[in-house]
């Protein structure tokens, strides 16, 4: 199946913006759905609607075995070893302050250290502050080379007996730069740390295999991959999981409630507190299935083609400056750049006349944007229903921006 025929999926991609029809070109932000989810959304509340874990009835009973059922998908998804390794969260931020709440707070003391990149959003760089403010750890960066990525050697450098835990993006949102996840992996557990992985920018262009990289902990949105918002994942080694306690408490997650003390529930129910998100699992489950139909290794080459096609057109264009890995370096789909010295967001304003949606800011990565040198940056993420029309698109709008603002040039 070929990008203008999974197109077809997407009824959203179908209109005019502006005047002209729409060229998507920010999906690193979130994905567009296919009808396949929002259908699966409808049937769950025109025909299944009930909360979960509770009741005998059949609409209970139903709604159960779909929540249930989606946790499977996730499970093989990523090559866990068991269901309970699998948390329903909001989404990326969401499991990565509830690591750092609960296993941070339990396991990180005065002196210890914690690792991560200068390329790391915000959602993986704040709740590291904030945990070694309350402990007095030590927040370390890894190095940056020219081209955005990282170097082995600082990782071996940087990650000593003092690391308890690494915390890295396995995929630049910004840069699109693919870090080497497993190696750096096997140097954090060669000193005795945890390696969590932020892997917003990698469940929805590539294969993930948790037991192949051995990392202890990998977090995940599902709005960018096709799913709805609101619905992420926290997965987690078993032996981890257990001996974490939960941040949120309530119904649905306790085993046990007395007047003074309580018990909670065992894997993965003592992490999802309340009433959980059902149609958000749901729909993410059929994310899934419609991910995998299509398969991900054909997404990953076609996102990579398309990201080597845009590489090759916007550096025709003079003025241009691009971030991250240089022509003909693997990078995933996307592209950041900046026009001259035409503020992101003036081009963003353009294109959007053209009815090209880009990304413009600092892409919450306000340290990145220090490194580049640079306040903000525009950028085009590509994904399984863009083709290379649309970057033509794209390049003839930048084009037109620069005659627009040719004063500055």
């Not at 969401?94 to 991560?116: C, W």
């Not at 096709?226 to 994942?233: A, D």
């Not at 007047?259 to 993965?268: A, G, I, R, V």
Request: charged share 25%.
């Amino acid at each position: 199946m070929n990008a203008k025929e999974i197109k077809q999926y997407f009824p959203i991609l179908d209109q005019k913006v502006n005047g002209h029809p729409l060229v998507y070109l920010d999906s690193a932000a979130t994905s567009q759905k296919p009808i396949q989810v929002i259908e699966a959304l409808n049937k769950y509340y025109r025909e299944d609607n009930s909360n979960v874990h509770r009741g005998v009835h059949t609409l209970g009973n139903r709604a159960t075995d779909a929540y249930e059922g989606a946790r499977d998908k996730v499970r093989k998804f990523i090559n866990a070893k068991a269901r309970e390794e699998i948390v329903f969260t909001r989404g990326t931020t969401t499991s990565l302050n509830t690591i750092a709440q609960s296993y941070g707070r339990a396991n990180v003391k005065e002196g210890d250290e914690i690792v991560i990149t200068y390329m790391e959003h915000h959602s993986n760089i704040i709740p590291w502050q904030q945990l070694a403010k309350e402990t007095g750890a030590v927040l370390k960066y890894l190095p940056l080379q020219d081209n955005g990525s990282v170097l082995l050697d600082d990782a071996r450098e940087l990650i000593t007996e003092k690391t308890k835990i690494v915390s890295i993006m396995m995929v630049s949102n910004v840069l699109g730069t693919i870090n080497p996840i497993k190696e750096i992996t096997k140097i954090a557990h060669e000193k005795g740390a945890i390696m969590i992985v932020d892997g917003a920018q990698t469940a929805p262009h590539m294969k993930i295999d948790v037991q192949d990289l051995d990392c202890d902990f990998l977090a995940f949105s599902g709005h960018k991959m096709c799913g709805p918002t609101g619905i992420g994942v926290m997965y987690g080694k078993k032996d981890l999981l257990d001996n974490m306690e939960p941040v949120e408490f309530g119904g649905e997650m306790i085993d046990f409630v007395g007047l003074y003390e309580s018990t909670w529930k065992e894997l993965p129910w003592k992490f999802e507190g309340g009433t959980p998100i059902i149609a958000g699992a749901i729909g993410l489950g059929a994310a899934i299935d419609f991910l995998e139909e299509i398969g991900l290794d054909e997404i990953e080459q076609h996102e990579h083609r398309l990201a080597d096609y845009a590489m090759e057109q916007l550096s025709t264009i003079e003025g241009m400056t691009i971030y991250g890995p240089l022509a003909g370096e693997k990078r995933a789909g996307l592209v950041t750049f900046n026009v001259g010295d035409v503020h992101p967001h003036d081009v963003a304003t353009v294109l959007d006349a053209e009815g090209i949606a880009v990304r413009a800011g600092h892409h919450c990565t306000q340290p990145l944007m220090k490194w580049l040198e640079c306040s903000a940056t525009a950028r085009a993420s590509f994904y399984l229903y863009n083709t290379e029309e649309d970057v033509d698109r794209l390049v003839q709008g930048l084009v037109q921006t620069k005659e627009y603002f040719s004063d500055v040039f």
